[in-house]
RNA sequence: GCGCCCGUAGCUCAAUUGGAUAGAGCAACGGCCUUCUAAGCCGUAGGUUACAGGUUCAAUUCCUGUCGGGCGCACCA
């Protein structure tokens, strides 16, 4: 039982009753909110219902209280008692028991405390990354994944299908450019002199590729066809690149359930049936020879190219297609996570989604702001072409992935985010994932020289009853016990949001409780009744650290 | 010029979707290890929430405008 709901019943219980009873006289009710306030003194519980209730009522608020309270003074055992305070908040204080109880349920539930079954559980697709094949991973990258990966688990932990999916963008202009400079090198490598095209991929790892080939294949791509030997480089080089990018992803503990081909898309000619499709919803028109798909009465600034006067498909045309591919997987909602540079293309593709007959709602573009690259305060510039770029798996190695992780995690995605490299190596001291993670360790460490005392900890946590937990009375105790209840709330609260930040926030603080917990209290000591609860106690805020970790992607050490 | 995001402590960021006294970490200063991990704890200091109006019982939050920063504005991908 969680302590919210119970009490938004009676609430609105007691609101039916007073009208009932003519205390109180209007019909309407609104919204009723409750809330943890944030001061101490002010209860487990606040609501401003009589706030929200004093224009309808046409009585102050203080008065609505109290006439509320009588009716809520029916002395239901788990409330202490119900105060009125400020304007008109009405707090309440929960018995400790209360409390404690909550506890048994940590402790039932598990690793499944914090999940909960959604009302109306939907399949949902989660695309991200989908970083250009033509080069690795960037540390940019990284802050998608980490996102991506943090909110699909937030989703399916409140009860909601979810796939991941890369797009790869395997065809178009920037893939023959990949094979060409893969080309060019290789003819260098065999002692040619040759001149790069501008705009031409300049890295180190395209050089990289074409040693690769030299040393399998040696001269023998110098004669004949240069068109097709730029195809099969083309090819080499792509698959080479994907390797990459999903061994990275996969070190970055990132998994995939598809990875999508566009070429896919184009071979199955699906980008024709869905051009052809919002033609028969007469969504399509012929306009100075080109394809317009007709997004503005959906809120695009203007209507947009789907078919060149030239005949050729715009990318436009192309995501058309994907999307429309994805709704027709089945999937009741999509989110696609982007970087802020692409936020320019958010209304034309939601405005071209609804134009195809789907419910906006269905589609969720989730921008995330970009990552300032620095090293000691100053700018990294960054070019994919000019091969200047610092790579997530060069971050993964000097920071962590753990670290990498958090990091990307703890600031609201439509911030831009500063990731200086310095600071970053030397933040392994600092970064706060250590501090939560070491909040576990330590708790760990309790544990065992618990059980080197011969404290049966299995026995222990089998047999958990109220009366045990009634030597935990001291307020930090309780206010840890409180704060674990409401991990579930703020699970919810977090995934209707789509900020996974919140977690990070939230462990923080919980780790915080737990030091200084640590510091002013023995778990281990003499007393036994003490003891046993003490140790259902931080096993309870080890499970909470657990599951909010996992949710994040983020190892909890037992040793550090 | 137009559009999107942001502007909160010296720095990096929160703030329960409009609630009570705006909170953390880092940096600074002063304390705490013979007892379960000092990657820790306790304390001090730090604010006209960019600015000006508006909406209401209540605004960091919503609306309008100004200023500042980032990004984007193709029959490119």
New binding site residues.
Partial sequence: MLGKESVLHLLQDAVDECRAAGSLSGSDTPQI?L?????E???DF?T?LA??L??IEKKP?REIASILISALEKKTPWIEKIEI?????I?FFLTHDFWRQSLITIHTQQSDFGKSAAPTPQKILIEFVSA?PTGPLHVASGRAAALGDALARLLQAVGHEVDREYYL?D?????QLLGHSTYLRYRELLGEKVDLPEGSYQGEYIIEIAEALKQRDGNQYLEGPEASHIDFFTQYSFETIVAWIQKDLQAFGIHFNTWFSEKEIHDKNEVTAALDFLKSKEMLYE????QWVSTMPFGD??D??AV???G?????ASDIAYHRNKFERGYDRLIDIW?????????RIKAATQAMGYESERLTIL?H??V?LLRDGKPVKMSKRAGTFVTLREVMDEVGVDATRFFFL???S?????FDLALAKKA???N?V??V??AH??L???L???KTQNWDIEATLQNIDLKILETLSLPEEIAIIRELSHYP?MIQ??A????P??IT?YL??L??ML???????????DDAELTKARLILITAIRIVLRNGLRILGISA????
């Fill in positions: 909110v809330e943890v306030p944030k001061h003194g002010q209860g606040a401003t706030l929200s004093a224009k608020p305070a400020g304007p008109g908040y707090n250009n963008n065809i178009g202009a920037q893939m306009k100075d020879g080109a600034d203007k947009r190219v060149r006067s030239d050729r498909k715009t990318y436009f970087g802020a540079d692409h936020h320019g293309y958010v209304n921008i702001q970009l300032n703890m600031r609201r439509d911030t831009s985010l500063d392994t001291n600092e706060p250590f501090y993670q070491y360790a330590r760990c460490s309790i065992s020289v618990a709330a609260s977090a209707e949001a789509m900020e930040h919140r926030f923080q603080n780790a915080g030091h200084s917990y640590y510091f002013s209290c023995r778990v281990v000591t050490p037992e040793k550090m």
